[in-house]
């Protein structure tokens, strides 16, 4: 096919599209407490839906409202249905912006705000591709369906709800990640390991508490840990702190008050209980140690992350994040954790768990992906696999696609988030071409 036409009509969009991102990134779609029956997860995620379906039927498509969990904006019949999964929440705004987070200001051809990249830029950029294929008046086989979520950040429960009203589209992408094509998610299990410890006395450094991590699935920014003194005194143990601290430059130790730390002694139970979980989880990000390393060539390494631990004297706990290739699973992964840490006499459970994502490299909607991604940038077209979740294990035969392209700074939920204009442009029209070649006759 001959798109010149389409790729003219998407140029053309340029202004407008930059105004309308800023439209929809001035509004801060946190999820909140529910706000009546249609606002499940806020008043101001209620607003940024209510703006997105207008959008959409001032383009002429038709739209439906999913009782605020998510909305959807469709073009055209068919067979089939080829789906865009898109969200329209936003993780917190943060601190350290040094533009106006809902101001989407250009510098440098970036515009800055959040969700300018996740995942408010993306999904105009796929409404604004629908668009352009209706107006080139491209025909097309199969109906086209761009899904609107309000969930995404916080559990995807939007799309359980979406899923139990409506039928999903039969194939398609989701532009909340990278391009060329991501086929493959890894598998996830977060798996606690747990220990009381009661309140034996007896240690020699005994372990008052343990604090560090917020989220499994990010590396902690510092840890915290208040030891008593086993008899030292304060500045021998500072002597000793300091010597720990000359091999490992990130420490920042002191000792504390004799009299407050003994009070609360966590005793001999907690400090071998420490001892063990670290020999079981290691310094390695691969699950060896754990006894869980495993690899497969599609979809490369185990890796594993402790993201949250606890002590409070009475209970050790550690939340660890796991994500596992497409030979792994999640029996395997708790079943060998627990031999590893049964000696120290930890629990093992599931804290939450999904199954890997895998639609092969020759389907449809890979291939057809493959070939426009490389036939309007010019660029290399091949299949990612990645740890990350997105969208696309929401609906069958769906892929991660866009808007990122190789080589891009990741720069979800980190202050200063932003999207290139020009190569926001360019995934309008991979995504133009996309539906035509795809889903048209």
């Known amino acids: 096919m001959n798109y010149e036409t389409l790729d003219r009509i998407v140029d053309s969009y340029r202004d407008e599209l930059i105004e309308n991102i800023r439209k929809w990134i001035a509004i801060p779609s946190v999820q909140g407490a529910p706000a009546g029956e249609n606002a499940p997860f806020g008043k101001e995620v209620r607003r940024m839906l209510d703006t997105a379906l207008a959008d959409g039927r001032r383009f002429g498509f038709e739209v439906r409202d999913i009782d605020g969990y998510a909305g959807d904006i469709s073009y055209g019949s068919g067979p089939q ?20 987070p809902l101001g989407g200001e250009i510098e440098n051809g970036r515009m800055y705000g959040r969700g300018t990249t996740d995942d408010k830029g993306p999904a105009l950029c796929a409404l604004y591709a629908m668009r352009a294929v209706k107006e080139a008046g491209i025909p097309l086989k199969d109906g086209v369906r761009l899904i609107l979520g309000c969930d995404e950040e916080t559990g995807m429960s939007d799309m359980r709800y979406y899923a139990s009203k409506l039928k999903m589209p039969d194939y398609g992408f989701s532009p909340d990640a990278e391009f060329p094509v991501i086929n493959i998610e890894k598998g996830g299990v977060n798996m606690r390991l747990s220990k009381v410890t009661g309140g034996e006395d007896g240690a020699a450094l005994p372990v008052y508490s343990l604090y560090a991590g917020e989220r499994p699935n990010v590396v902690p920014a510092e840890a915290t840990a208040v030891v008593g003194l086993g008899g030292l005194s304060v500045e021998a143990l500072n002597g000793k702190l300091a010597e720990i601290e000359k091999k490992h430059d990130k420490f920042r130790l002191a000792a504390t008050d004799a009299g407050e730390g003994r009070a609360k002694a966590g005793g001999e139970g907690a400090r071998a209980a420490i001892a063990m979980l670290a020999e079981a989880v290691g310094m390695e990000y691969t699950g060896e140690s754990l006894g869980i390393a495993c690899a497969d060539e599609l979809s490369g390494a185990l890796t594993c992350n402790l993201g949250i631990l606890r002590y409070d004297g009475n209970e050790l706990s550690a939340l660890l994040d796991i994500r596992y290739p497409l030979c792994g699973s999640e029996e395997l992964m708790l079943g060998q954790a627990a031999k590893r840490v049964a000696p120290a006499g930890m629990a093992v459970c599931c804290a939450s768990s999904h199954t890997p994502l895998h639609v092969p490299a020759d389907s ?14 010019g660029l290399p077209a091949y299949t990612i696999a990645i740890g990350g979740g997105t969208y696309s294990r929401m609906m069958p035969n769906t892929v991660a696609f866009g808007v990122c392209f190789p080589g891009d700074m990741d720069v979800c939920h980190i202050a200063d988030e932003y999207i290139d204009v020009e190569k926001m442009m360019l995934g309008v029209k991979i995504f133009a071409h996309a539906i035509a070649e795809i889903a048209g006759k």
Do not use: N
């Open 81 to 100: 249905t080829m789906g865009m999964l898109a969200h329209l929440d936003v993780v917190p705004l943060g601190d350290g912006w040094t533009h106006d």
């Open 364 to 377: 449809k909607i890979v291939q057809g992906l493959l070939k426009v991604y490389h036939e309007v940038t």
